[in-house]
């Protein structure tokens, strides 16, 4: 189970840091990542960390802006989201999947965070 918070309203250009905690699994072992869905709109794949921490993947619309880190004592991974644009609107979900490779098709999804950027 994923269970995300850090969701909420800020004006473009401030930052907002999400979180998410995983429990039920062997989660120190498993990829992480985010995705996120904009009204109307399709979901987007945005970050991912292998499970060690060495590989990291960033979607072009929120490279070096987001930062994706994980707390494997905590069972935990962050999306730290600076600058952030009206266009960055969208419900949040965390995922996880056993490799980083296939984590455009995740096997676990929470529940989502709405994150909305007011001009």
């Known amino acids: 189970q994923l269970v995300e918070s850090g969701g909420g309203s800020v004006r473009a250009g401030g930052s907002l840091r999400l979180s998410c905690v995983g429990s039920g699994g062997p989660f120190s072992s498993y990829a992480v990542g985010w995705f996120r869905q904009p009204p109307g709109k399709e979901r987007e794949y945005i970050a991912a960390?292998?499970?060690?921490?060495?590989?990291?993947y960033y979607g072009d619309s929120v490279k070096g802006r987001f930062t994706i880190s994980r707390d494997n004592a905590k069972s935990a991974v962050h999306l730290q989201m600076n600058s952030l644009k009206p266009e960055d609107t969208a419900v949040y979900f965390c995922?996880?999947?056993?490799?980083?490779?296939?984590?455009?098709?995740?096997?676990?999804w929470g529940q989502g965070t709405q994150v909305t950027v007011s001009s």
């Open positions: 960390l292998s499970w060690d921490g060495e590989t990291v």
């Open positions: 995922v996880a999947d056993p490799y980083i490779s296939t984590m455009r098709d995740p096997d676990y």
